[in-house]
């Protein structure tokens, strides 16, 4: 099921977790993301845009720790078409491989308050969900 998805993953890493730290981390789930070089470009461009609407100095050191990441060779890091602009794409699937299993998501993401609330306005939660049935039934234990 989804706890086994963080199986092998480096314990520092799972301390505590961070979204992108767990997606990108060569020790984490890097080498199982099937479009590991569009989910690269696509969260990197978040942390950027963050950058530029918030100025906060922890999302700049976070984003030059994700640049600093050396992958083996491996790990296709080829941006794709839609990359080159530096603008998030409004739908980026994650493609995972867990196994003989090949598992698809597609997310969204909630931010709650509003411009004049500063705590709220940093509040964001991104949900993942199954993008198909075969994704659907290995989270189920079908």
């Not at 509003?114 to 964001?124: G, I, K, M, N, Q």
């Amino acid at each position: 099921g989804a706890g086994a998805l963080m199986t092998g993953i480096a314990p520092e890493l799972l301390a505590v977790p961070n979204a992108m730290r767990l997606a990108l981390h060569p020790n984490a789930l890097a080498g199982q993301i099937d479009n590991f070089g569009e989910w690269r470009a696509h969260l990197l461009a978040r942390v950027r845009q963050q950058i530029e609407a918030s100025g906060d100095a922890g999302l700049e050191e976070l984003l030059n720790e994700l640049l600093g990441y050396v992958y083996p060779e491996t790990i296709d890091l080829t941006p794709h078409e839609h990359d080159a602009s530096g603008d998030p794409a409004i739908v980026v699937p994650l493609r995972l491989r867990f196994g003989d299993a090949r598992l698809s998501f597609i997310s969204t993401i909630t931010v709650f308050g509003t411009p004049v609330d500063v705590t709220l306005s940093e509040l964001a939660i991104e949900t993942f969900f199954p993008a198909d049935a075969a994704t659907s039934d290995f989270l189920r234990g079908k």
